[in-house]
């Protein structure tokens, strides 16, 4: 499940429809990419005059690890300028009628971003395939509480990690001391593990460091 999850409506009243078609949506993001870190979502009408119809804009903002992707999506006006050319004492100014439709619009803005999620975790995928051979660390202090831990590297450097980050849903068996092979980035409050990946043999309790923070292990 997407964790925060903001919906904003904006020149357009706020329906529970709408934001339960919404939530739905941004949930079912998680298959294309496990590791959403936020989904911000932008409902908004951009004309308010009561003879133009009532289209709707979408915007989609993920952060995912290294970057935000931002989906826009926009009811399009093709034709429109040539009807107000034939016509210019219209009312209404026609839109394409898909898009009057706002569950519509908010499925084809999440299947925008569905396409934006499989090409960024295949150019992921990409870039770990020609990367340099992955560093190891160890695991050294676990946070189950809060779903999350801290790595200890060969140069005695601290590396946070998230559940989310754990690859085959593998954080449940890490233990203090155990090896693991991961990726690094840089986050908002210093280096984090982008990817962090079991190697098949298991370390002894890691005691060759002192650290200022408790270590603690899962029960």
């Known amino acids: 499940?997407?964790?925060?999850?903001?919906?904003?409506?904006?020149?357009?009243?706020?329906?529970?429809?709408?934001?339960?078609?919404?939530?739905?949506?941004?949930?079912?993001?998680?298959?294309?990419?496990?590791?959403?870190?936020?989904?911000?979502v932008l409902i908004e009408t951009p004309h308010r005059h009561r003879?133009?119809?009532?289209?709707?804009?979408?915007?989609?903002?993920?952060?995912?690890?290294?970057?935000?992707?931002?989906?826009?999506?926009?009811?399009?006006?093709?034709?429109?300028?040539?009807?107000l050319a034939e016509a210019p004492k219209a009312k209404r100014l026609e839109v394409e009628a898909p898009y009057k439709d706002l569950p519509h619009a908010i499925r084809e803005a999440f299947k925008a971003a569905k396409r934006q999620l499989q090409e960024y975790a295949r150019e992921r995928r990409r870039n770990l395939k020609t990367h340099v051979p992955s560093p190891r660390a160890t695991v050294f202090r676990l946070l189950p509480e809060k779903e999350c831990g801290f790595l200890v590297t060969s140069d005695e450097r601290e590396i946070y990690f998230h559940k989310k980050s754990v690859l085959n849903d593998a954080y449940d068996r890490l233990e203090v001391g155990t090896e693991v092979i991961f990726a690094e980035e840089q986050g908002e409050n210093g280096p984090q593990a982008s990817t962090v990946k079991l190697t098949r043999r298991h370390l002894t309790p890691y005691t060759g460091r002192k650290s200022l923070l408790p270590v603690r292990a899962l029960p």
């Open 1 to 40: 499940m997407i964790h925060p999850l903001q919906i904003t409506f904006r020149n357009i009243d706020h329906t529970d429809e709408a934001d339960k078609l919404v939530r739905e949506e941004a949930q079912k993001l998680d298959k294309y990419y496990p590791r959403i870190m936020s989904c911000r």
């Open 51 to 83: 003879g133009w119809g009532n289209p709707y804009r979408l915007r989609i903002d993920l952060g995912v690890p290294g970057k935000e992707i931002v989906v826009k999506h926009e009811p399009s006006l093709h034709g429109s300028g040539q009807r």
